[in-house]
T-cell receptor
Framework: DAGVIQSPRHEVTEMGQEVTLRCKPI?????LFWYRQTMMRGLELLIY????????DSGMPEDRFSAKMPNASFSTLKIQPSEPRDSAVYFC?????????????FGEGSRLTVL | AQSVSQHNHHVILSEAASLELGCNYS??????LFWYVQYPGQHLQLLLK??????LVKGIKGFEAEFIKSKFSFNLRKPSVQWSDTAEYFC????????????FGQGTTLQVKP
């Protein structure tokens, strides 16, 4: 089975540019999570969706960040405008909450560098 | 608010040494507990998990963890580490009534010297 698929794997951009990260969750999983990983702050939950609906976006750092999940098989995380401090690895993860286990399945991550 | 604390940020061991990584969480309700591992350049993978029952859980690659409810702890252990265990290890907690929102600790980097 295909796992969580993220794109791009690497992105280098200049400050002020718009960045869009994409995620395809595992088929049948109806919860999707966006995490950010940095050396300083570790793994931070940015936002998560259940059945395509944003449930908790309290981790989204600023209005520059936005996330959407237009359907069960696709989500985007957008940063506009990007800043150097946004440089991090962004992980998408999915789960099937009805199992009651809380186990997350992670994608390979998108490494973002903002110059 | 829930939080997870991993006391060891960087651990260096020689092969065949025993490993114990500490993890404490703060949450008063029923929780599910996890250890994830991230090998260099890779994504996070589940190492083991605890939901209920026997507080000593065994995971992949010889790892185990013990849930001590009175201490709010879920320490990870391995009797004899290998060079291939070099990775970053994350403890995580989820409210068992929640829909899968995991809170992660800061992570512990384990370096195993051959």
């Amino acid at each position: 089975d295909a796992g969580v698929i993220q794109s791009p794997r690497h992105e280098v951009t200049e400050m002020g540019q718009e960045v869009t990260l994409r995620c395809k969750p595992i088929s049948g999983h109806n919860s999707l999570f966006w995490y950010r990983q940095t050396m300083m702050r570790g793994l931070e939950l940015l936002i998560y969706f259940n059945n395509n609906v944003p449930i908790d976006d309290s981790g989204m750092p600023e209005d520059r960040f936005s996330a959407k999940m237009p359907n069960a098989s696709f989500s985007t995380l957008k940063i506009q405008p990007s800043e150097p401090r946004d440089s991090a690895v962004y992980f998408c993860a999915s789960s099937f909450p009805l199992l009651g286990t809380g186990e997350l399945f992670f994608g390979e991550g998108s490494r973002l560098t903002v110059l | 608010a829930q939080s997870v604390s991993q006391h060891n940020h960087h651990v260096i061991l020689s092969e065949a040494a025993s490993l114990e990584l500490g993890c404490n969480y703060s949450y008063g309700g029923t929780v599910n507990l996890f250890w994830y591992v991230q090998y260099p350049g890779q994504h996070l993978q589940l190492l083991l998990k605890y939901f209920s029952g026997d507080p000593l859980v065994k995971g992949i690659k010889g790892f185990e963890a013990e849930f001590i409810k009175s201490k709010f702890s879920f320490n990870l252990r391995k009797p004899s580490v290998q060079w291939s265990d070099t990775a970053e290890y994350f403890c995580a907690v989820a409210n068992s009534g929640n829909t899968g929102k995991l809170i992660f600790g800061q992570g512990t980097t384990l370096q195993v010297k051959p």
